[in-house]
């Protein structure tokens, strides 16, 4: 990675964009200011043949004019005819915009928590090209001598920093770093004929930790033991959804459901309900900015107020949702830490963190041998079809493995499942305690009964 | 800019070992906003300049991309790319080669009848604020309706080391619309999508009350829409699902780095893997339509490749280094989302022929089935299965339209399905849509209406 830009770097570029700003006229000013760099080395075939690098920084900046608001972005941060412009910019739209009444300023300062670990590593900026490269071909190795029918179709690995500063005209000023390393590979099985789904596997990490080789063997595992098959039949019946599946159907519906402004505009099927049962009692779902290791953890959101845990639902009733600066002042409260950004290009919006769903006291093996008839699915296809208000999805698994008697007994091809994510939770019977985070989502396997699965 | 650029890639060619080398400058500048209901979330404006770099060292791919247009930025980063590729290549089988492509020297302009960067911010506020209201005032049971509109205007440069140097003015206007109703304790949910590579008289075409009508139409009505029963059934796709079904369901796996990676249509050119029925384009030459444009980025003119012609496969979709292992011509699908990535096989707009069916005749005969006149969503796996959400669709009793059901899907594997197409329509629509393979492609589907004679459908009835 090439040097990157220091903590009063960041900051002098935000500061000097709020300044500009108040001299032009605005009445509220928030600059953000962020850094990414990324190397990364490309596995296509079996082969590691391609390599990139990304170096992206930017500003953005929010102004407030007449409780209107204008903002502009750009990604030439050494200039200071480039933050002249975007300023000029930021003001000229909000005053396009339209004055919105609810509006009670940008968030005030306040301390954020002091030892968060874990959360940087110096290893991984270190890391080079020849080490990423060793490493991808370890994780290539490792799956294809799983079985010579495997293919590893597609993959990467690569190491992240970033960082990102901000800035406000309430005193907000806040900085913050980190780096993470993720490998991920893709692999099918073919014999003959015969090609298996794409099945995947990953490992990520805030530090210089992971282990390709687990990764490839992994995800060839899975492909090999897909490909006998034998056809499910149509029927009502015990599922066990695995992190991939989970973090694919929430987020596309439970997510939505615990927004502040998605309760607030009548598009949830949660509003009115906090401190009634929602869902089963083996659920406790924490929102956590804070998680030791999280991939989302930080001391900060998209306007700077510090991120925290935040119970949502406890033991199936519902507790909290998730707010922002703005919809929290519409209820007179705070702001949960979960505004989030797309970098310097957008303004935030509210969203999880950590989603964490509280793990029970099953292990993997003792999961499967719970259950006597019913099918485990791990990866899903259309979950972002699902209708993301009413919580109704309708998508393919495949492939899946079916469970007798506590056991895998075969895998199959393509079933569908179709129901209601809400109904779902409310029907869970038991949850493990094999937690781990994929995306957004920190989660152990869940068992649900009665699911309707579509098969021949 | 040109000269610098040209500058770059021979100092990656002559210094740095690179066989091949490529530049590709965006000076791009977007206006945004978001509504909701009556408020104005933000009033947008971003300026987005970088330069992407690429290079093949010793058959491996060294990519950079960098927010700066300064010369020693540049170098230096042209510089690691080729070490990158370099330490990537040391334990390749198979170098990567590209096939040829006509070097190339052009200025492609835009010519819009209304430019969006003459169009002043509040003006747009205030014609796309139509589509709320329209929405808000279409019944009191819409609850919410969310407008997110962006336009882009600019321009790219796209030199290469063997000689093409390519300008190409950018311009689209693009909106997302979606509303949400509820009644008793049920939620309904409605989306549209407008976007053009012409300019903003899209909107003539396409008025912000006609748009909101639609949806707000659409979410009110599936209030009463019941869920169905799951299984096998002859459907009626409308032309607006059949779009996504070919994009999803053949679209993907024909594209070529996908079909190379295991997928089910590798080795299938010249098959018959559909019906009679069956041909599928895929065309970045259709006037004004989302997916169009003059040339990929790779400096390869658009085309329209047939793909599937009467049920016989004709052709797949390539970028240079594909077409170079299948020993054909480049077809011009190589696109990048912008300067920060690189450039990878996309659909432009696909779509399928029609025929000569009407509506009318398309549902006679069917008993029991299903018409989806709408979509939201749809996903592809390589093995060839495919599935499609849908978010407005019909009972079919006896050949006639019946009440509208909630919360389907279609299922299926392309090998099988493709053969079940036993009706086609002469209607033709393309709608405007977005792609997401690891970059968002901004794309067009189409077709006309289609008869499967049976197909899995997902319902938890």
Same mark, same amino acid.
């Given at each position: 990675m090439v040097a990157v830009l220091e903590k009063n770097e960041m900051l002098a570029i935000a500061e000097k964009t709020v300044r500009l700003a108040v001299a032009k006229g605005a009445s509220e000013v928030e600059a953000y200011v962020c850094e990414g760099q990324a190397s990364n080395v490309g596995i296509e075939l079996g082969q590691v043949n391609k390599t990139d690098q990304i170096i992206d920084r930017g500003v953005g900046v929010r102004v407030v004019i007449k409780k209107a608001i204008g903002f502009a972005y750009t990604n030439i941060v050494n200039d200071l005819n480039a933050f002249e412009d975007i300023v000029t910019r930021a003001i000229s739209a909000a005053k396009a915009s339209k004055s919105d009444s609810d509006w009670k300023g940008f968030a005030q300062k306040k301390q954020y928590v002091s030892g968060l670990t874990d959360l940087f590593d110096h290893e991984i900026l270190e890391v080079g090209a020849g080490e990423l490269v060793n490493m991808a071909h370890i994780m290539v190795d490792s799956a294809v001598q799983v079985d010579k029918s495997v293919l590893a179709t597609e993959g990467s690995i690569g190491s992240v920093y970033w960082s990102n500063a901000i800035v406000n005209s309430n005193g907000v000023c806040g900085f913050d770093k980190g780096t993470a390393i993720e490998c991920s590979l893709a692999t099918l099985a073919k014999n003959g004929h015969k090609v298996t789904p794409v099945c995947f596997e990953f490992n990520a990490s805030r530090k210089y930790k992971i282990d390709p080789a687990w990764v490839g063997k992994e995800a060839a595992k899975l492909s090999v033991s897909a490909l006998k098959t034998k056809t499910i039949k149509t029927k009502t019946t015990t599922i066990i959804l695995t992190q991939f599946a989970l973090q694919d159907l929430l987020s596309y519906t439970l997510f939505n459901a615990v927004k502040a402004d998605s309760v607030q505009r009548g598009q949830s099927p949660f509003k009115g309900k906090i401190g009634e049962k929602v869902v089963s009692d083996d659920l406790t779902i924490y929102d956590d900015g804070l998680y030791p290791g999280g991939l989302s953890t930080g001391l900060f959101d998209g306007e700077g107020s510090p991120h925290q845990k935040t119970l949502i639902i406890e033991n199936g009733v519902l507790k909290n949702f998730l707010y922002d600066n703005y919809a929290a002042k519409k209820e007179g409260k705070d702001s949960t830490g979960n505004a989030l950004r797309d970098g310097y290009l957008s303004t935030p919006s509210i969203g999880a963190t950590n989603f964490h769903i509280v793990p029970g006291a099953f292990s993997n093996d003792n999961v499967i041998r719970q259950v006597d008839d019913g099918i485990l699915?791990?990866?899903?296809?259309?979950?972002?079809?699902?209708?993301? =208000? @009413?919580?109704?999805?309708?998508?393919?698994?495949?492939?899946?493995?079916?469970?007798?008697?506590?056991?895998? =007994? @075969?895998a199959s091809r393509v079933v569908m499942l179709a129901g209601n994510i809400f109904e779902v939770l409310k029907n869970v019977s038991f949850v493990g305690n094999n937690e781990r985070q994929v995306g957004g989502l920190i989660s152990p396997w869940i068992v649900v009964n009665n699911v309707r699965v579509i098969g021949k | 800019m040109q000269q610098a650029l040209l500058k770059v890639i021979e100092t990656a060619t002559q210094k740095h070992g690179a066989h091949y080398a490529e530049a590709r400058a965006q000076k791009l500048y977007k206006t945004m906003f978001t509504l909701k209901e009556e408020r104005v979330e933000a009033a947008k404006q971003g300026i987005e300049n970088g330069v992407a770099l690429r290079v093949l060292v010793n058959g491996a791919w060294g990519f950079a991309s960098v927010g700066s247009f300064e010369n020693d930025i540049l170098l230096s980063t042209v510089s690691n790319a080729c070490t990158m590729a370099k330490t990537a290549s040391q334990q390749l089988k198979n170098p990567i080669k590209l096939a040829a492509a006509n070097t190339i020297t052009d200025h492609v302009e835009v010519k819009a009848k209304k430019n969006p960067a003459d169009i002043a911010m509040e003006d747009k506020i205030k014609n796309i604020s139509e589509i709320n209201k329209t929405i808000q005032q279409y019944d009191k049971r819409i609850k919410s309706c969310t407008v997110d509109y962006l336009d882009l205007t600019g321009s790219t440069i796209f030199v290469n080391s063997e000689g093409t140097n390519i300008q190409q003015d950018k311009m689209f206007v693009w909106s997302k619309i979606t509303a949400s109703a509820e009644s008793c304790g049920?939620?309904?949910?409605?989306?549209?999508?407008?976007?053009?590579?012409?300019?903003?008289?899209?909107?003539?075409?396409?008025?912000?009350?006609?748009?909101?009508?639609?949806?707000?139409?659409?979410?009110?009505?599936?209030?009463?829409?019941?869920?169905?029963?799951?299984?096998?059934?002859?459907?009626?796709?409308?032309?607006?699902?059949?779009g996504v079904f070919v994009h999803e369901a053949f679209g993907h796996l024909a594209e070529a780095d996908l079909a190379l990676s295991g997928g089910v249509l590798f080795n299938t050119l010249g098959e018959k893997i559909g019906s009679d029925l069956v041909t599928f384009y895929d065309d970045g030459t259709v006037p004004g339509a989302f997916g169009s444009f003059k040339y990929d980025d790779e400096g390869v003119p658009a085309q329209k490749t047939l793909l599937i012609k009467d049920g016989v496969v004709t052709s797949l979709m390539h970028n240079r280094e594909t077409a170079s292992k299948f020993n054909v011509n480049p077809t011009g699908n190589a696109r990048a989302e912008d300067f920060r990535v690189e450039p990878i096989i996309r659909m432009r707009n696909t779509y399928m022929a029609p025929r000569d069916y009407e509506f009318e005749e398309l549902l006679e005969g069917i008993k029991s089935g299903y018409f989806f006149k709408s979509f939201r969503g749809g996903q592809t796996n390589i093995d060839g299965t495919f599935q499609v959400g849908i978010q407005e669709g019909y009972e079919i009793v006896n050949g006639e339209i019946s009440v509208p059901v909630r919360n389907a899907s279609i299922s299926g594997n392309t090998l099988e399905t493709l053969l079940k197409v036993d009706a086609v329509g002469k209607n033709f629509a393309i709608d405007s849509g977005r792609c997401g393979k690891g970059q968002t492609a901004f794309i067009g589907d189409g077709g006309p209406h289609i008869r499967l004679s049976e197909v899995v459908v997902g319902g938890s009835a």
């Open positions: 699915v791990y990866y899903l296809q259309g979950a972002h079809s699902s209708n993301p =208000v @009413s919580g109704e999805f309708s998508v393919v698994a495949t492939p899946v493995w079916e469970i007798k008697n506590g056991e895998i =007994v @075969s | 049920v939620f309904t949910f409605s989306r549209e999508e407008i976007g053009s590579t012409f300019g903003y008289e899209v909107f003539d075409t396409q008025p912000p009350q006609e748009i909101g009508e639609a949806v707000a139409k659409r979410a009110v009505a599936q209030l009463s829409a019941k869920t169905l029963k799951g299984g096998k059934t002859p459907v009626v796709l409308g032309s607006n699902v059949v």
